[in-house]
């Protein structure tokens, strides 16, 4: 091809590339300001628009996550989790190919993935998720605390129902030491979680150390209303 024509090539595949990002913009910002006023049927028609731009992009290109993260979310904010699971796989899959197996940027689809997993009762691809989160959150440092304990927590949970105890507890005492530094949870989630740990001690762990969680436990619940109910567990 003489200079000429691959000069014009070039030109014309540039201007193809403005006008998609133009609509793909356009699509997407329409879509999560309906999303935004309660209208999902718009704002699912105008991602499902964005995600078809997305595709037809050269890879990697952050749009297709983007877009991928966008459904995603309605359908889990529709608590349609069969059709987000498929999503969040896609994004973490996405993201993987731009960034590599074990950066920051698969945190935030991977607890996705994990949460889509445990509601349709996928509970082995939710642990997946979990584990992959757990590492990399470990490796890089980047993870939110507000949302590392979460999924720590849930990494105990999915442990639990398959009656691996001890894996249980190691999980819930650390999703118990990331809660420490968090800001964000509720006084309610934070105590919750410390009950939950107790109990784990108690009949998997050590009795020495669920009487100290107890004893924390019973401190915050002192002026709560609910403060009855920590008062059983001690007894």
Same mark, same amino acid.
């Given at each position: 091809?003489?200079? %000429?024509?691959?000069?014009?090539?070039?030109?014309?595949?540039?201007?193809? /590339?403005?006008?998609?990002?133009?609509?793909? $913009?356009?699509?997407?910002?329409?879509?999560?300001?309906?999303?935004?006023?309660? !209208?999902?049927?718009?704002?699912?028609?105008? =991602?499902?628009?964005? /995600?078809?731009?997305?595709?037809? /992009?050269?890879?990697? $290109? %952050?749009?297709?996550?983007?877009?991928?993260?966008?459904?995603?979310?309605?359908?889990?904010?529709?608590?349609?989790?069969?059709?987000?699971?498929?999503?969040? %796989?896609?994004?973490?899959?996405?993201?993987?190919?731009?960034?590599? #197996? $074990?950066?920051?940027?698969?945190?935030?689809?991977?607890?996705?993935?994990?949460?889509?997993?445990?509601?349709?009762?996928?509970?082995?691809?939710?642990? !997946?998720?979990?584990?992959?989160?757990?590492?990399?959150?470990?490796? @890089?440092?980047?993870?939110?605390? #507000?949302?590392?304990?979460? #999924?720590?927590?849930?990494?105990?949970?999915?442990?639990?129902?398959?009656?691996?105890?001890?894996?249980?507890?190691? =999980?819930?005492?650390?999703?118990?030491?990331?809660?420490?530094?968090?800001?964000?949870?509720?006084?309610?989630?934070r105590d919750t979680a410390l009950e939950s740990l107790a109990q784990l001690e108690l009949l998997h762990g050590?009795? @020495?150390?669920?009487?100290?969680?107890?004893? %924390?436990?019973?401190?915050?619940?002192?002026? !709560?209303?609910?403060?009855?109910?920590?008062?059983?567990?001690?007894?």
């Amino acid at each position: 091809m003489n200079p %000429r024509a691959l000069f014009a090539v070039v030109i014309a595949l540039t201007a193809q /590339l403005v006008v998609a990002q133009s609509t793909w $913009d356009g699509h997407t910002r329409t879509g999560e300001y309906a999303f935004a006023v309660g !209208d999902t049927d718009r704002a699912e028609r105008e =991602f499902q628009a964005a /995600l078809k731009i997305a595709q037809k /992009l050269p890879p990697p $290109d %952050r749009r297709l996550e983007a877009s991928l993260g966008n459904l995603a979310r309605l359908y889990e904010n529709q608590n349609r989790a069969s059709e987000a699971l498929p999503m969040y %796989r896609l994004q973490v899959a996405a993201a993987e190919y731009r960034v590599g #197996a $074990d950066d920051a940027a698969l945190l935030q689809p991977l607890i996705g993935q994990a949460r889509t997993a445990m509601q349709t009762g996928d509970i082995p691809s939710a642990e !997946d998720a979990l584990v992959r989160y757990r590492d990399i959150a470990g490796a @890089t440092g980047a993870a939110d605390p #507000a949302q590392h304990w979460i #999924a720590l927590a849930m990494l105990a949970r999915t442990c639990t129902l398959q009656d691996r105890n001890d894996e249980a507890l190691q =999980f819930q005492r650390e999703a118990i030491a990331v809660l420490d530094d968090a800001r964000g949870p509720t006084e309610l989630e934070r105590d919750t979680a410390l009950e939950s740990l107790a109990q784990l001690e108690l009949l998997h762990g050590d009795a @020495t150390a669920a009487e100290e969680v107890l004893v %924390r436990a019973a401190e915050r619940r002192a002026a !709560d209303s609910e403060g009855g109910r920590i008062a059983n567990v001690l007894a």
